[in-house]
Antibody, heavy 119, light 109 residues
């Protein structure tokens, strides 16, 4: 069965960076794009970007340009999302989500990783 | 602030129908057929219920249906059941960025 298993919760200080991992299994790794989405406490969802695992190409939301990097490791079928220059407004649960074959919809989600930014 | 607009809450009795709206613009909902709906129970990850406006993924009951008219998409849940009580989010491709609605809490009375 399809699974996306994310790394655990992190606590970071303002100005630091965080790298969240997302290990995929149960499907052909290179066949489906993966998105990263976050949800701040009490807030709605915010799309951060998308990565094509076939060639590693990415597309980021304008809000995060210059601050986010999405990568993948085909040997371990793992995706990574790194966010730098953290502020308290980056405190959120970060999800990876598999795209349903180019439909811009997310048919499988990771369990989420809470990132807390606090001094 | 979300780019899409949803009512904060909706409710219905078991067996009744409830419809949730998702209003955007011609740059998102109205411009693309990439509208999706997600169901989220407390403490759980979202579950895809509808994609490409009106398509249901395998395993989603046909009580759930989606439609779109102009800049507004809708999710209808027919024959409400207790387990349908959850938060529902819409989303739409919008070039850049991709946008979500703020969510609607559905209560089964």
């Amino acid at each position: 069965q399809v699974q996306l298993v994310q790394s655990g919760a992190e606590v970071k200080k303002p100005g630091a960076s965080v790298k969240v991992s997302c290990e995929a299994s149960g499907y052909t790794f290179t066949a489906h794009h993966v998105h990263w989405v976050r949800q701040a406490p009490g807030q709605g969802y915010e799309w951060m970007g998308i990565i094509n695992p076939s060639d590693g190409s990415t597309r980021y939301a304008e809000k995060f340009l210059g601050r986010v990097s999405m990568t993948r490791d085909t040997s371990t079928t793992t995706f990574y999302m790194e966010l730098s220059s953290l502020t308290s407004e980056d405190t959120a649960v970060y999800y990876c989500a598999k795209d349903l074959s180019g439909t811009w919809s997310f048919d499988y989600w990771g369990q989420g990783a809470l990132v807390t930014v606090s001094s | 602030q979300s780019a899409l607009t949803q009512p904060p809450s909706a409710s219905g009795s078991p067996g009744q129908s409830v419809t949730i709206s998702c209003t955007g613009t011609s740059s998102d909902v109205g411009g693309y057929n990439y509208v999706s709906w997600y169901q989220q129970h407390p403490g759980k990850a979202p579950k895809l219920m509808i994609y490409e406006v009106s398509k249901r993924p395998s395993g989603v009951p046909d009580r759930f249906s989606g439609s779109k008219s102009g800049n507004t998409a809708s999710l209808t849940v027919s024959g409400l059941q207790a387990e349908d009580e959850a938060d529902y989010y819409c989303s739409s491709y919008a070039g850049n960025p991709f946008v979500f609605g703020p969510g609607t809490t559905v209560t089964v009375l």
